[in-house]
Nanobody, 123 residues
Framework: QVQLVESGGGSVQAGGSLRLSCAAS????????MGWFRRVPGKEREGVAVIASDGSTIYADSVKGRFTISQDNAKNTLYLQMNSLKPEDTAMYYC?????????????????WGQGTQVTVSS
């Protein structure tokens, strides 16, 4: 079965950096679009970035120029490099797998989710 396990979250001061990882298993990793999402209690889930099976990427406006999504198909691992972090980036971050490969966007169907990793940015 599909398993997604995030790691790399933590606490950091504003302006700092973190790198999140998501180890995937149970399916052919390179066939599917992957994404990073985040949720703050009391607010709707927000799409952060997605990477399609062809390597193309899409970012939310709020993170463009600061976050980079990437993947290592040989390691079945998804990454999110987060730089210039702001207090408003504080959230639980989740990786997810889509039902599509190419032609992916943040609004695509993502039925498979990890358990999340907490990111806290202090001012």
């Amino acid at each position: 079965q599909v398993q997604l396990v995030e790691s790399g979250g933590g606490s950091v001061q504003a302006g700092g950096s973190l790198r999140l990882s998501c180890a995937a298993s149970g399916y052919r990793y390179s066939d599917y679009c992957m994404g990073w999402f985040r949720r703050v209690p009391g607010k709707e889930r927000e799409g952060v970035a997605v990477i399609a099976s062809d390597g193309s990427t899409i970012y939310a406006d709020s993170v463009k120029g600061r976050f980079t999504i990437s993947q290592d198909n040989a390691k079945n691992t998804l990454y999110l490099q987060m730089n210039s972090l702001k207090p408003e980036d504080t959230a639980m971050y989740y990786c997810a797998r889509s039902t599509v490969g190419a032609y992916c966007n943040i609004g695509a169907s993502f039925p498979y989710w990890g358990q999340g990793t907490q990111v806290t940015v202090s001012s």
